[in-house]
């Protein structure tokens, strides 16, 4: 399980130990290219509310080399999510770059643009239980995929970790739907275009095949887009 440059998706469920076993993948090719890592980090900053999701950063944080380098892009006190400074950070870091992860990400963007949506409507008007905002959502993570593809076209390393949805119940709320919706399609996005795609399972690695070319009648291949 080595790869020198181009992508690598990580998968796998709440706790399976995907994030571990990305922060060894990145490590082993960092030292092996002679360059260091950039973590980029997804997730909402603590703010005392929730003492769990402090713990969790916490010991995300602890686990990391003290060489590599951070770089936080979750909503926090400065404001929501920054998609435009994550795209810079891609676009310009010639370090293996460790996203973490996906499904953050997703979670920040539909909140935001829940938030927003739920103000344009006013107070005593809720907002729909439909698409909603998430056609902005799908644009906005269209120049993330750009991002990592041309950082795969350049030689350099990406490794992106990302939450498997669907091995759950459905979700039982609009907003649940949606992210659910958002990072499948996201996920199959970045496995058609990565060199390698893992999946982690009770923190063990299972290599992907390509996906095969299989056409149903009026469908696209399987890898082509969310189903």
Do not use: I
């Not at 709440?14 to 360059?35: Q, W």
């Amino acid at each position: 399980m080595e790869l020198e440059r181009g992508t690598t998706l990580v998968l796998g469920g709440t706790r399976s130990g995907k994030s571990r076993v990305a922060e060894g993948l990145a490590s082993a090719v960092a030292e092996r290219s002679g360059v260091g890592v950039c973590y980029l980090a997804t997730g909402p900053a603590p703010d005392g509310a929730d003492p769990a999701w402090a713990a969790r950063v916490a010991a995300h944080r602890a686990r990391r080399p003290a060489g590599w380098t951070t770089r936080e892009f979750g909503r926090g006190p400065g404001g929501p999510l920054d998609l435009r400074a994550l795209r810079s950070a891609l676009a310009e870091t010639t370090d293996v770059c460790l996203l973490d992860s996906l499904g953050a990400l997703v979670a920040e963007l539909l909140v935001g643009a829940e938030d927003a949506e739920d103000h344009a409507a006013g107070p005593d008007e809720p907002g729909p239980d439909g698409p909603g905002p998430d056609g902005g959502v799908g644009e906005a993570l269209a120049g993330l995929l750009e991002a990592l593809r041309a950082r795969g076209a350049s030689g350099r390393a990406s490794v992106v970790v990302s939450e498997e949805v669907g091995l759950a119940v459905h979700p039982p709320t609009a907003l649940g739907r949606r992210f659910a919706d958002q990072l499948g399609a996201l996920n199959q996005a970045v496995a058609a275009m990565a060199d390698q795609v893992l999946l982690v399972v009770a923190g063990r690695v299972l290599p992907l095949p390509p996906a095969p070319l299989v056409v149903a009648p009026g469908s696209a291949p399987l890898g082509a887009g969310p189903s």
